[in-house]
T-cell receptor, first 114, second 114 residues
Framework: GAGVSQSPRYKVAKRGQDVALRCDPISGHVSLFWYQQALGQGPEFLTYFQNEAQLDKSGLPSDRFFAERPEGSVSTLKIQRTQQEDSAVYLC????????????FGPGTRLTVL | QQQVKQSPQSLIVQKGGISIINCAYENTAFDYFPWYQQFPGKGPALLIAIRPDVSEKKEGRFTISFNKSAKQFSLHIMDSQPGDSATYFCAASSLSGGYNKLIFGAGTRLAVHP
């Protein structure tokens, strides 16, 4: 069956541009997570949605980062006025809903800010 | 603050050998400890996970050993194969919040030589 998909897979932005990264979770998955993975590092939590509700956004690095999931399925991570330090792979993961349910990760979007 | 410390950074093992990766955590509220495998260009995939009520869990060639008093856990890969060459991440989370907010280690790059 289809897994978590993310688009675009690669994004190059000039410093100061706004970008939008899309995540399509597995159909029916209630919970959705965004992580940021810097080169050579482990993923770091950004934000968590349960259906359309954003219940935890404690990991968002600044107010330039914004995430939404308006209909409880597709989610978009938006970064305004991108900076070089935003360069990373942005990973999306979804789960059926339970706390110990497996988090299924998408392939990520590699963002490079020039 | 690095809540989950992982070692070594890289590991080279001969085919058929045992690969051992170690992690240490600080937060005693953590009660879920998964290991993830990541291939280049892919998202992390869950390998095996353990709760603190057991000291060891085995699934096929993969075993987690858990030492609650030392706040350490490790992944053992028996009979390592070239196909196991990947980056491995330990993680930890507290499930009391009702969702699984994973804190990842920095990763171990494993190379299994034929």
């Amino acid at each position: 069956g289809a897994g978590v998909s993310q688009s675009p897979r690669y994004k190059v932005a000039k410093r100061g541009q706004d970008v939008a990264l899309r995540c399509d979770p597995i159909s029916g998955h209630v919970s959705l997570f965004w992580y940021q993975q810097a080169l050579g590092q482990g993923p770091e939590f950004l934000t968590y949605f349960q259906n359309e509700a954003q219940l935890d956004k404690s990991g968002l690095p600044s107010d330039r980062f914004f995430a939404e999931r308006p209909e409880g399925s597709v989610s978009t991570l938006k970064i305004q006025r991108t900076q070089q330090e935003d360069s990373a792979v942005y990973l999306c993961a979804s789960t059926v809903g339970g706390t110990t349910d497996t988090q299924y990760f998408g392939p990520g979007t590699r963002l490079t800010v020039l | 603050q690095q809540q989950v410390k992982q070692s070594p950074q890289s590991l080279i093992v001969q085919k058929g050998g045992i690969s051992i990766i170690n992690c240490a955590y600080e937060n005693t509220a953590f009660d879920y400890f998964p290991w993830y495998q990541q291939f280049p260009g892919k998202g992390p995939a869950l390998l095996i996970a353990i709760r603190p009520d057991v000291s060891e869990k085995k699934e096929g060639r993969f075993t987690i050993s858990f030492n609650k008093s030392a706040k350490q856990f490790s992944l053992h890969i028996m009979d390592s194969q070239p196909g196991d060459s990947a980056t491995y991440f330990c993680a930890a989370s507290s499930l009391s919040g009702g969702y699984n907010k994973l804190i990842f280690g920095a990763g171990t790059r494993l190379a299994v030589h034929p």
